[in-house]
């Protein structure tokens, strides 16, 4: 890989913006087979001493690598606009192929600058792709002045500290663009679970016959297992009802087909990652799966109505943290029908 670096001190977006048309025409001019990727621009907007692990979170997502990355680094009490552009590409293409570039601006701001970051930025994204806004930190009046720019919003429901607020504030956004909730996507591994488990024809009936679930998280995830309550209250026609803390767990009900179905969430002080420890299903026929966090998978168990029990692992089905990140780009450019619905059942229960 080779870089093209600029940078500057108090400089302005139109200054940036030009420093970046400079090192597309220096590259084009150096090789011929340059071509910068263009498939969507990623807005971050992070707290200056937490730049460093956003940094290296941006390096960990692979071949979902963002065309251009704006970093938006805010810093307290700053007046003034310092930023680096950097331009990167695969060095000596061979056989006719193509050097892929990509480009990352980081510009420090303060936060002062917040209300209209909109006006910064909208020089430094690439027009006709579509904008990815995520701001881990919060700073929610940074990505409310970029909503006319972005086309997905990437958030992550686990992170805030209030769970209400959370799916509160995910609705909102979804009104304004497209959602992609990392909480969400740590629950696809289970949902694909939950859903093979209860598709051949001798199990699907048990669908309707579900009573009780129970969902298994780490203590500061409880969005994550709401979330599989409201995607499974959205799909079986349920009616959700409040969820009620009780000794450190959360209970509840739904309305289903056949009666109440009742939910639990429980906190699990053994699970390192953010999201799901385990999912225990059991319907009014006595029958009952429960998938819990394993070894290279996840550990499957499945006992019937009259006793018998069967166990197995499901390789490779826990993702893990590590490509979360990378998976909400990529998620940014499909469109999952199933997550609005859900989200608003689980707002229901809170």
Do not use: K
Not at 92 to 108: N, P, Q
Not at 219 to 227: F, N, T, W
Request: hydrophobic share 45%.
């Amino acid at each position: 890989m080779s870089e093209h670096l600029w940078a500057e001190q108090g400089t302005s977006p139109s200054a940036i913006e030009a420093a970046l048309r400079e090192l597309l025409t220096q590259r084009h001019a150096e090789d011929d087979a340059f071509v910068p990727a263009r498939v969507l621009n990623l807005v971050v907007i992070a707290d200056r001493e937490w730049r460093g692990e956003i940094e290296n979170r941006l390096e960990r997502v692979g071949r979902y690598h963002p065309s251009r990355t704006v970093l938006c680094s805010v810093e307290r009490g700053r007046s003034t606009i310092d930023a680096w552009v950097t331009l990167g590409a695969e060095d000596d293409a061979e056989g006719g192929s193509l050097a892929l570039g990509h480009e990352r601006v980081v510009i420090d701001v303060g936060s002062q600058h917040l209300a209209h970051l909109d006006s910064i930025v909208d020089p430094l994204v690439v027009t006709d792709l579509a904008t990815v806004v995520w701001a881990p930190h919060g700073h929610a009046d940074a990505v409310d002045s970029l909503m006319h720019l972005a086309q997905v919003v990437l958030v992550d429901s686990v992170e805030e500290p209030s769970l209400e607020a959370a799916l509160a504030r995910a609705s909102e956004l979804a009104e304004r663009a497209y959602v992609v909730d990392l909480a969400w996507l740590r629950g696809t591994p289970w949902r694909e679970r939950i859903a093979a488990t209860f598709d051949p024809a001798a199990w699907r009936g048990q669908l309707r016959a579900i009573s009780s679930v129970t969902v298994r998280h780490r203590p500061d995830s409880p969005a994550a297992g709401l979330l599989v309550f409201g995607w499974l209250a959205s799909r079986l026609g349920w009616r959700p009802g409040s969820m009620v803390a009780q000794n450190g767990t959360l209970h509840g009900s739904a309305r289903g087909a056949r009666g109440d179905v009742a939910l639990r969430l429980e906190p699990e002080e053994r699970q390192s990652a953010p999201g799901l420890a385990g999912i225990t299903i059991e319907t009014a026929s006595g029958m009952s799966i429960a998938l819990d966090r394993g070894p290279g998978g996840l550990a499957a168990v499945r006992r019937t109505r009259d006793g018998r029990e069967s166990s197995w692992t499901v390789m490779g089905a826990s993702r893990g943290e590590a490509g979360i990140l990378g998976e909400g780009i990529r998620q940014a450019l499909l469109r999952d029908p199933t997550y609005a619905p859900a989200l608003e059942a689980a707002r229901a229960m809170t």
